[in-house]
DNA sequence: GCAGCCGTTGATAACGTTTGCCGAAATTCA
DNA sequence: TGAATTTCGGCAAACGTTATCAACGGCTGC
């Protein structure tokens, strides 16, 4: 059995116990004859540490809990990917929770993992205002970055794409294209990304056209909202529809095939986020890509310096990283004004 | 700060750490006077128990490690939501690991995990043959249990699909639509999805046409490899594409609407998995969906089921679960016979 | 009324590590 | 060569919990 302990390692390379910690964990200089006898004896007896010994004793698990809304949002594996092969390569593991939405069960889930002693929390916020108690409880007890999605001001450092920057490399496609009767298809929740994407397209619209900034449907990020949302802005003879994400950017583009609408001939649709299906999605959608494993690092970089220093409450950081832009045929020239072939040509922010 | 120990509460309720340890854990019966105070004591200190002194002290972690080989792959979301959610619902947590399709990764992770103790462990094996070893040397000393693929026989308990009998649904709907220069779309990877799959489609589509079982093509599970594959068959003049999952699938019906194939009209396209992308393609993909809740409440169950009864190595359990078959518009009916609408219609298998 | 029993409770010893402290040996400096 | 300083290793005390064991009541039953 796994019942190997600093013991048996310490009786086999005939020192003590206190001595067998210190070479194995490196604390303390050690003499180069007896560190050999011992990591010899360590390897021959296939030693594993306990970490809940360790972490009983030195009140540090090196794990990391990760709280995400709705692990099924196909946004987010991209992301999770990126950090918990961040978080391994520094050695530390990650303990998952989904609260499939719902704030409650987010309280719960941030509450179990604080009595699990995670070293710190990565938390994308299920809603912007009933998630605010919880986390900032939770960032009082241990460092703790919120990602993709805020949670109020000033609550605990935060990392998330430059929304507004996406959404003005969107309207300055769309501007150079000719595109004029611009919609948005957004959501009315009150996560952050939702709130700053609508803004941006509130604020950036109006160089299209005056009346753009007023045709805006809100919904949710969904593709079923797509769909219907088209309907509720289709009187305004868009030639254009902006979409606050690509779910609602695929939603659309189906419920305009059905129309009988030619995309991008009549109507030009752009995204946000770039999921994998926007690439696949036939036309190929525009999109806004995410840099998903700069924010990753990101965010465990700004992990790795609270741990570091400890109590020291540094000022709070909120990272904004530039997305950039990815052109695809749901955006390509006009009825009239057909041109070369440019599919999935990235186009970095300045 | 976090600092309320049993000891705290013990002052404050006015008896031992004993009692309040049995009253907190239900351990042994209590007064029920004593009970209450305690209780009370505990709510106002707003007492946390410490998981890693637990740990340490009875051997169990509460925490069960989820080694699976790509987070993006888009079948996996789903699975991992649903057994995140019914192991939180048995109180225990989750720690992920992604290896990234490295089966050397895979190794190290699930050695961390091991020396994390983690009290059981789900294994998603990135190889059917190159993860064996790790796998089995886990499976010695933990609980575990192998879902989606195998990894040899006789290594763990497992729980996966029933791919054979999906491949009969799929191929049992073709012949009732008449389709019959039938193709199959595969991968020849060692994972045992992947040989099931191909090994039903082999002896099942004999029934259709004597020169189906040969008409195969073999790479990986992926969208390019989809694409790829419909130039190999083309000079076959199939009238269906049967392919080994869904990203296949998809690859293949973007290759053949380039090459200005009517799907279904000339050629039928079925996946496996039903990943929400197949739903949202256009057309729909016909496909073969896993039942994803099922499958994670009888793999937490076979766990469960090993950590009641420690060191009882009861017989292994290899447990199929019955697919069924979602017909969607890509295998509707073919050119001559064209007939009423029928999306989305969900067929049980018997 | 006394032996014996159960139901409750309290001390206390683990669990496997890390770490502060101290002594011994080795080294340096005057 | 003696004292001061460093280096190295051991002892033992934590960390917060659970489990074992004994003690102390108040019972029942004869």
């Known amino acids: 059995m796994s019942e190997i302990t600093l013991r048996d390692v310490a009786r086999a390379s005939g020192c003590s116990v206190a001595t067998v910690s210190r070479v194995l964990a490196g604390t303390r200089p050690v003499g180069a004859e007896t560190a050999r006898r011992v990591r010899e004896a360590a390897a021959a007896l296939g030693y594993r540490p306990n970490h809940a010994a360790r972490a009983l004793r030195s009140r540090a698990t090196g794990t990391v809990g990760l709280v995400l809304p709705q692990i ?5 594996p991209a992301l999770v990917r990126e950090l918990t092969h961040a978080l391994h390569a520094e050695g530390r593991a990650v303990l998952l929770a989904d609260c499939d939405d719902d704030p409650v069960a987010e309280a719960e889930y941030i509450d179990d993992l604080l009595s699990r002693r995670v070293d710190a929390l990565l938390v994308i916020p299920a809603d912007e205002r009933r998630s605010r108690d919880a986390v900032a409880a939770a960032a009082a007890r241990v460092p703790l970055v919120l990602m993709d999605r805020g949670c109020g001001p000033g609550i605990a450092d935060s990392v998330a794409v430059d929304n507004s920057a996406g959404m003005a490399l969107v309207l300055d496609h769309l501007a150079a294209a ?13 996560a952050s990304a939702a709130a700053e994407r609508r803004a941006a397209y509130a604020a950036g619209s109006g160089a299209l056209d005056a009346a753009a900034p007023g045709r805006v ?4 990020f969904s593709v079923e909202w797509g769909r219907a949302a088209v309907d509720l802005v289709w009187d305004a003879r868009p030639d254009a529809l902006v979409c606050a994400n690509d779910l609602i950017a695929v939603g659309a583009l189906q419920r305009l095939q059905q129309l009988g609408a030619d995309v991008p001939g009549d109507v030009a649709v752009t995204g946000f986020d770039d999921i994998p299906m926007a690439a696949l999605s036939a036309p190929g959608i525009t999109t806004v890509r995410q840099p998903v494993a700069e924010l990753a690092a990101e965010a465990t970089q700004l992990l790795s310096r609270r741990l570091a220093a400890p109590g020291t409450e540094g ?25 070369a072939d440019e599919a ?3 186009v970095p922010v300045s």
Chains 1, 2 share one sequence.
Do not use: H, K, M, W
């Open 72 to 76: 099924t949002n196909p946004f987010y």
């Open 178 to 190: 000719g595109r004029r009767r611009v919609c948005f298809l957004g959501a009315d929740g009150t």
């Open 217 to 220: 449907a809100l919904g949710d």
């Open 315 to 339: 000022p709070q950081r909120a990272i904004r990283l530039a997305p950039e832009l990815v052109v695809r045929e749901s955006s390509g020239p006009g009825a009239g004004e057909r041109g």
């Open 344 to 346: 999935d040509v990235a």
